[in-house]
C-alpha cells in the first residue's frame, strides 16, 4: 500500500488547459486605439468605447510618435546584462545617426533623386529589419541516435526576432573588435539592410542555403 501511494504521490499533474479568467471583462472593457491617425478621428455613435471601459494600452503600442513596436523590440533584444537604458541609447543614436546621413544624401542630391530618400529612420530601420527576416531556421531533430538539422519554417514575430539577434551579433562582433563604436555599426546595418545589403543580409541568405543544402531532412520534422 505504501509503494503505491509513493507511486502517485511521484506523479505530477499538469493541467493543459488554457487559462480562461480575465482581468478585462469582454463584456465591460473593449480594445484601444493605437492608430495616432484613428486616434484623431472622433468616435462614431454606436462605438460601445464611448459609454464602456477601453482596456489598458501595451507600453511598446502607445500611440506617439518616438515610441514604436519594432524598434522597442530591438532595444529589447540588444539589451546586455539587464542594462536597458544603455541599449536605449545606442538604438536612439543609431536612429539619429541615420537621419543625419539619410539628410546630406537628401541635401546633396537632384529633385529627382530627393523622392527615393527616406528621412524617418523609423521607416529606415523597420524596412532594414523587415528585408532581413529569414524564412527558415535550423532546427535540432534526434532520429536514431543522429541529431540531425532540419529545416522548418517559422513565424513572423520569431522571424522578426531572429533578424534583430543576427543583427545584434554582428554588430556586437565588429564593436568587440575595436572598429567602432556599436551605435554607428547598428547604423550602417541598417541602412545597408534597407537596401538589402550589407552582412546581416547575407547572413540570411546563408541561413537559406544551409536549410536548403537540408532540405533531404525535411520528413524529420512530423
Request: some cysteine.
Amino acid at each position: 500500500m505504501t509503494t503505491k501511494l509513493a507511486r502517485i504521490a511521484q506523479k505530477r499533474w499538469i493541467s493543459s488547459t488554457t487559462s480562461t479568467s480575465n482581468m478585462y471583462d469582454p463584456r465591460v472593457f473593449r480594445e484601444p486605439i493605437t492608430d495616432v491617425q484613428e486616434l484623431r478621428k472622433p468616435l462614431d455613435v454606436d462605438d460601445e468605447r464611448n459609454f464602456l471601459f477601453v482596456k489598458a494600452m501595451k507600453s511598446d503600442a502607445t500611440p506617439v510618435f518616438y515610441r514604436d513596436h519594432v524598434i522597442d523590440k530591438l532595444i529589447r533584444v540588444c539589451t546586455k546584462d539587464g542594462e536597458k537604458e544603455t541599449s536605449r541609447r545606442n538604438v536612439h543614436s543609431a536612429l539619429e545617426i541615420i537621419k543625419r546621413r539619410q539628410y546630406k544624401a537628401w541635401v546633396k542630391a537632384s529633385d529627382e533623386e530627393k523622392k527615393n530618400i527616406e528621412l524617418d529612420p523609423f521607416v529606415v530601420a523597420k524596412k532594414g529589419i523587415k528585408n532581413c527576416h529569414p524564412l527558415m531556421k535550423l532546427q535540432g531533430v534526434t532520429r536514431g541516435g543522429t541529431t540531425y538539422q532540419v529545416p522548418f519554417p517559422i513565424e513572423e514575430p520569431e522571424a522578426e526576432f531572429r533578424a534583430m539577434k543576427m543583427m545584434r551579433d554582428i554588430c556586437r562582433v565588429r564593436s568587440k573588435h575595436g572598429v567602432t563604436h556599436f551605435k554607428d555599426i547598428l547604423a550602417t546595418e541598417l541602412l545597408a539592410a534597407s537596401q538589402n545589403e550589407g552582412s546581416t543580409i547575407s547572413a540570411k541568405q546563408e541561413l537559406h542555403k544551409t536549410c536548403e543544402a537540408n532540405r533531404a531532412y525535411a520528413h524529420y520534422r512530423a
